[in-house]
């Protein structure tokens, strides 16, 4: 991760003075990256040909029209004076994982053969939780390569409870 993007997303969240306020401004982030990532906005945003002053015109323009609060329309204005708009997306990076931190939490991905029901990714869940000692938070996936079972992702290691490793390890067991 970008070192500019951590130092961005501290500013920012330093200025919260709740939880609330964190996770506002995240979604409020990532909304603003999401437009600005757009081909005919980010063409707009980043040509040479265009003035500083008219960038600092179409970020307001923006946000205005995103309806972002006070403190997220200024980061904007920040990041478009210091010519880093093109560094949102570590930014809102860095933003999601140090408010996750800060709020006991971790990402997982979950990935399925099939689509899950609620039971199966709850059950999945409660096992990573009791891994983590971290609140969950899920993104699921449907990889219908997989036979059956599930792999899950959680902090750079693998959990791989899928089909085929279970066939694998039960074909290892067997030869010895």
Do not use: C
């Amino acid at each position: 991760m970008s070192g500019i993007g951590k130092r961005y997303a501290r500013a920012l969240a330093a200025l919260a003075s709740d939880n609330t306020q964190l996770e506002g401004w995240g979604a409020e982030l990532e909304r603003l990256a999401a437009l600005v990532a757009a081909p005919e906005v980010s063409v707009v945003l980043e040509s040479p040909e265009r003035s500083q002053q008219a960038r600092i015109e179409a970020i307001g323009k923006i946000v205005e029209r995103l309806a972002l609060s006070f403190p997220v329309r200024s980061f904007a204005m920040v990041l478009t004076r210091h010519r880093r708009l093109t560094d949102l997306p570590a930014i809102v990076q860095a933003y999601r994982e140090l408010t996750d931190e800060r709020l006991g939490r971790v990402r997982a991905t979950l990935t399925f053969a099939r689509e899950p029901g609620p039971d199966e990714i709850a059950r999945v869940v409660d096992g990573l939780h009791a891994i983590a000692r971290r609140t969950i938070i899920p993104t699921v996936k449907v990889e219908p390569g997989l036979l059956g079972g599930v792999v899950a992702e959680l902090e750079g290691k693998i959990y791989d409870g899928s089909l085929a490793t279970m066939i694998a390890e039960a074909e290892r067991r067997l030869a010895e």
